[in-house]
C-alpha cells in the first residue's frame, strides 16, 4: 500500500444531526491506511453548525472543515474537489456508519493504481421499521441496501451509492465533476449515478469492492409507499436531465418512447384500476413517476441550456 497514491475521504453535511457525529465516530474506529491525507466534512447551507463538531476529532484524524456557503450538496462536493490534488477520493454520507476495515478494503483495492479506476463499496441499512413485505422491492438501493455481488467485480454500469463509492480526483475533473443540477437540494437525483456514467463513457473502469461496508440510516418516512413514488420521480428527473445532453436523436428517442408507455400506463390504470390488484396498480404509479420525471428533468435542462451558456461566457467558476 505504500506506493498507492494519498487519499482523502470526503463528506458533504448541511444542518448535521447527531448522525454526523456518529459517522465521524466510526471513522475514527476506522484502520487508517497509511496513505490517508485528509478528511474534509464540506459543509453546505446558510450557516456554518459543524465546526465544532470537526474540530473535536482533530487528535484521531487529519480532519479539516470547509464551509460552502448556500451550495447544495453537489456544490459542496465540487468545491471540496477543487481543494484536492489528484487524491483517490472516497465518499461517504453524514448518515452512515463506517465498518472498521472499510478504508483497508479501498486501500488494498487500488493496488498501486494512479487513476483510470472507480470503486463502490457494499452498502448495508440501519432501519428505524421495515417497510412492508409487498413495498420492498419497489425501495431504492439507498432505502434496501445495495451489493451487485459477493465477490471483488467489474461494475459494467453506474450503480454504486454515493455515501459509499470512490474515484480519483483527476478522473472526476475530466468528466466535469458533479452536475449540480441534482442531487440534496434540487428536484433531481442520480447525481452520483450520471458521474458514473460519464466516467464509464470516458474508458474510467469501476469495480465493486465487497469488503468495503457502510450501513446508511433510513428514517421510517423513507419506507413508505409515497415516499418511494416521490423519490422514484426525482430519479427519473436526473435520468432526463442525463439524456438532455445527448443527441438530439437519442433525445427525440427518450422523448417518444417515454411518452408512448406513459400514455400505456395511463390507460390501463384508468381502463382497469378496479380489477388489479393493489400491488400491481402500484406498479403502474411507480412507472409513471418515473416517466413523468424523466420528461420533467428533459425539458427543465433544454429550457436552461441558453442561460447557462451565456452565465458560463460571462464569468468563470471554479467547479
Not at 447525481?191 to 421510517?220: C, M, T
Not at 425539458?299 to 447557462?308: D, E, I, Q, V
Request: aromatic share 10%; charged share 25%.
Amino acid at each position: 500500500m505504500s506506493d498507492n497514491p494519498k487519499i482523502a475521504i470526503v463528506i458533504a453535511t448541511c444542518n448535521p444531526t447527531k448522525l454526523l457525529e456518529r459517522t465521524l465516530v466510526s471513522l475514527a474506529e476506522c484502520v487508517a491506511p497509511p496513505n490517508l491525507r485528509r478528511v474534509i466534512v464540506a459543509e453546505n447551507g446558510p450557516t456554518p453548525t459543524a465546526r465544532d463538531l470537526v474540530d473535536d476529532f482533530q487528535e484521531g484524524l487529519p480532519i479539516e472543515y470547509h464551509f460552502f456557503p448556500n451550495a447544495r450538496k453537489c456544490g459542496a462536493l465540487n468545491r471540496a474537489l477543487a481543494e484536492l490534488d489528484d487524491e483517490f477520493i472516497i465518499y461517504f454520507d453524514d448518515d452512515v456508519r463506517i465498518h472498521p476495515e472499510t478504508l483497508t478494503a479501498y486501500a488494498e483495492a487500488l493496488d498501486g493504481r494512479t487513476g483510470g479506476i472507480f470503486f463502490g463499496g457494499r452498502c448495508r441499512v440501519d432501519r428505524v421499521d421495515a417497510p412492508e413485505d409487498w413495498l420492498d422491492s419497489f425501495l431504492p438501493a439507498a432505502a434496501k441496501g445495495w451489493a451487485p455481488a459477493s465477490e471483488f467485480c467489474e461494475l459494467k454500469k453506474s450503480g454504486a451509492l454515493g455515501f459509499n463509492w470512490a474515484a480519483f480526483a483527476n478522473d472526476l475533473r475530466s468528466v466535469g465533476g458533479y452536475d449540480e443540477r441534482c442531487g440534496p437540494g434540487t428536484a433531481a437525483n442520480s447525481d452520483e449515478i450520471n458521474v458514473q456514467e460519464r466516467l464509464l463513457e470516458s474508458g474510467v473502469k469501476g469495480y465493486f469492492v465487497p469488503d468495503a461496508v457502510v450501513w446508511h440510516y433510513v428514517p421510517r418516512e423513507r419506507c413508505s409507499a409515497e415516499w418511494v413514488l416521490e423519490y422514484k420521480k426525482k430519479d427519473g428527473v436526473g435520468k432526463g436531465i442525463a439524456f438532455a445532453e445527448a443527441k438530439w436523436t437519442t433525445r427525440w428517442k427518450q422523448q417518444l418512447g417515454c411518452r408512448a408507455k406513459l400514455a400505456g400506463y395511463q390507460l390501463v390504470t384508468f381502463a382497469a384500476s378496479r380489477w388489479l390488484r393493489h400491488r400491481t396498480l402500484y406498479h403502474c404509479r411507480y412507472k409513471m413517476h418515473w416517466l413523468r420525471g424523466k420528461l420533467e428533468g428533459m425539458r427543465l435542462a433544454l429550457s436552461a441550456k441558453p442561460a447557462a451558456k451565456t452565465a458560463a461566457e460571462s464569468t468563470t467558476v471554479p467547479i
